[in-house]
């Protein structure tokens, strides 16, 4: 008797787990976050040929020149 009372709780046990809502354990949340727009600059030039290299770049009011030959 005690046999079948451990097996019919043990299948009530395991029909109560197996039916369980799998919706709530395969929530997905979606975090939507603002990015910044990148700061445009004015410019960036560089210029490789058989007499060296020029890198220049400008932003705003301030100027870079490397000229290297």
Known sequence: MKKAIL???S???FAVVSC??????????IIEKQVETPKASNGTSLKVDSDGVEFST???AKKTE???K
């Open 7 to 9: 097996i019919l709780v």
């Open 58 to 60: 400008k932003d705003g």
């Open 66 to 68: 490397v000229i290297i």
């Open 11 to 13: 299948f009530a046990i």
């Open 20 to 29: 369980r809502d799998e919706k709530s354990k395969t929530e997905t949340v």
